[in-house]
Structure formats: structure tokens, C-alpha cells
């Protein structure tokens, strides 16, 4: 075929499907994949509604497992075959540079910049709600589904689910048995935060959220303790591990403000703009911040084999299986996490 379907953010309110060039192989490491699972990252929903400095139009997705439907020499040699199904990052990356050997492939010095499928921010790499995608060195970035896990289950692995998984492991690296505060505001990133904390062994969880169903959610997801409301300055208790997931200012300060003395604070929200910070606050508790892209390749083993035990399960955190045919209109006023099955 000539072309293929593509789905576009045209402008705020409008995504459309587009017919655009059929991806062809142009590298010997590279391999063509055809998404078979797909969702939004927490991001999209911003970028429908025009909340990013993303202006359309441009290919949308960047959370999907996919199906290997060819590939160049160098990855055939590698390893990879057709019909393997496998994780695609969101982030491209070659696998060899010196960030990406020190598992940071987000900042992957072979490739622009941001280079990301589903975002122009460095350059236009398709998206994956794409009917086929070109995914250049494939056999380094890809990561292998594990057999017998439901491609469904691990769709938000690409960004979303790996992200909430990394904030949580930063945020309770010095402190592994962790009294944790998740402040949620995000569609699924905090809910995902909460699963990850209970399976990496928190002492207890706490969340916090303005809406009703995601404390429902998080309790069912293992959380010892709900507040429904709005962020306060801090929360009170004792906190050795906190992560931000709230995307806005106040949740953020409320994050940083309840972390614990010589505790650890995880920045998992995506902020366009320069953020104010408790400085003199953090200054006096003496407290560590982490923050930074998601680096999906090297972790994603990790969330796969939690998926794959039964550890971590995000089903309630998913919508029921959705068409393809619908995401335009479902992305207007999608469910908190969709999951489209081709």
C-alpha cells in the first residue's frame, strides 16, 4: 500500500485521521511495526485541548505495543523477526551513545533532540495510533513482550506506566521501605504511582486528588490512605518519599513541602513552563529532587515483569477495549486511560 491512516492533532478540539506516505525500511537497523494496542499518554489529553506550546497539525500516540512486520539486515542479525511483538518507547534512540550505555536512551545523542513518535518537538516520526510505524535501531529500543501478557495490559508501557515506575524507584531509592505521599491530578500517571509503590514494598501509601473516582481508584489500588480535595500547602505526616503527578503548581509545592527531611521527591509531571519552587523549605528539610524524561528501554523490563507476576495490574486504571475506527471522537472526551485494540 501507498499510504496509510495516520491520526492528527489538527488544532485545540479537532483530531482527524490523515492518509500520509506508507513508512518504508531506510536504515538496516531499522524494522516497520504495526501498532496493535494503543493509548494516550496523559500528555495527549493536554494536547487536544490546546494546553501545550505544540501547535498542529501532527501525528498523535506515543503509548502502543505493536507487531514486527519487517525488518533491515542489521536488526534481522540482531535478532528481531516479523510477527514478534514488542513494547515501542516513546523516545527514539540508537542503543550505543554514551547516555544511552548509561540508561538515559531519552537523551540519546544520535537522535534530535526530544526525538519522539506522537510529538513535533523533535522532528516528525509518525505517531502510534499510526497504521504502521518506521522505528529506527530497532533491535536496541525495542523491548520483547513476554509470552502470554495480554499486549493490552502493557500498552502504557512506552510511557506512562514505565514513568510512574521510575519516579516511585527514585523517589524511594534511599528509603526502600518508605512511607510514600502520591500527589495525583493526572489522569493515570498517580494511579500508576500508587501500584508501583505497593509492589516496591512502601511502608504505606498515601494519594491525594481532587477527584472523587481517582481516590476511589487508588484505594482499589492499594493506597492505606485517601484525601479528596484540593492540594493543601503540605500534607501532614511523615513522608521519606513523595511524587508529583498533580501537572499543576500547587500540587507540585504540595509534593515538595511534605517530603520528609532527608527525604526524596519525585517530579513526574510535565511542565511547560518555569515552576515556582519552595526554595527555603526544601532547603531546610534538605531534601533530594529528582526529575526528568522517562527513560523507557531499560526499565520497561522491570514493569513487563511485574505485569507478567500479577505484581502490578493497571486493568482498573484502563477503559474497556475501544476501535480504532472511533479515537478521533473518543479523544475529545476520552476515559482516563483508552485502550484502542486493532
Not at 505526616?237 to 532527608?262: H, I, K, N, Q, W
Request: aromatic share 6%; glycine share 10%.
Amino acid at each position: 500500500m501507498s499510504e496509510i491512516r495516520s491520526l492528527f492533532y489538527v488544532e485545540p478540539g479537532q483530531v482527524r485521521w490523515r492518509s500520509v506516505p506508507t513508512p518504508v525500511l531506510a536504515a538496516d537497523t531499522d524494522a516497520l511495526v504495526r501498532p496493535i494496542v494503543s493509548s494516550t499518554c496523559d500528555l495527549d489529553r493536554r494536547i487536544v485541548t490546546g494546553r501545550t506550546p505544540m501547535p498542529g497539525p501532527f501525528a498523535l500516540g506515543h503509548e502502543a505495543v505493536g507487531e514486527v512486520v519487517a525488518v533491515g539486515d542489521a536488526a534481522g542479525a540482531a535478532g528481531l523477526r516479523p510477527g514478534d511483538r514488542v513494547v515501542i518507547p516513546w523516545h527514539l534512540s540508537c542503543g550505543t551513545c554514551v547516555h544511552c550505555l548509561a540508561r538515559r536512551p531519552a537523551n540519546c545523542s544520535a537522535t534530535p533532540p526530544l526525538a519522539a513518535y506522537g510529538v513535533p518537538l523533535g522532528g516528525p516520526h509518525g505517531g502510534l495510533f499510526d497504521e504502521l510505524v518506521r522505528v529506527p535501531y530497532a533491535a536496541t529500543s525495542l523491548v520483547p513482550l513476554p509470552d502470554g501478557l495480554d499486549p493490552a495490559a502493557a500498552v502504557s508501557c512506552s510511557d506512562n506506566l514505565t514513568d510512574a515506575y521510575q519516579g516511585v524507584r527514585d523517589a524511594m531509592a534511599e528509603h526502600p521501605d518508605a512511607r510514600v505521599l502520591i500527589v495525583g491530578g493526572t489522569a493515570s500517571l498517580g494511579l500508576f504511582a500508587v501500584m508501583f509503590a505497593v509492589a516496591l514494598g512502601a511502608g504505606e501509601v498515601t494519594y491525594i486528588d481532587k477527584d472523587p473516582e481517582a481516590v476511589a481508584l487508588a484505594t482499589r489500588l492499594g493506597a492505606a490512605h485517601v484525601i479528596c480535595g484540593r492540594h493543601p500547602e503540605r500534607v501532614e505526616g511523615v513522608f521519606e518519599a513523595t511524587v508529583d503527578a498533580s501537572g499543576s503548581a500547587a500540587g507540585l509545592a504540595c509534593a515538595l513541602r511534605s517530603t520528609a527531611p532527608g527525604g526524596t521527591c519525585s517530579i513526574r509531571s510535565v511542565y511547560f513552563t518555569d515552576m515556582p519552587f519552595p526554595y527555603f523549605d526544601m532547603y531546610a528539610a534538605g531534601i533530594t529532587v529528582c526529575t526528568g524524561l522517562a527513560q523507557i528501554t531499560p526499565n520497561v523490563p522491570v514493569v513487563l515483569d511485574l505485569l507478567r507476576t500479577g505484581a502490578v495490574q493497571p486493568g482498573p486504571v484502563y477503559s474497556a477495549p475501544l476501535r480504532f475506527d472511533d479515537a478521533p471522537a473518543v479523544l475529545l472526551d476520552p476515559p482516563r486511560k483508552p485502550v484502542f485494540v486493532r
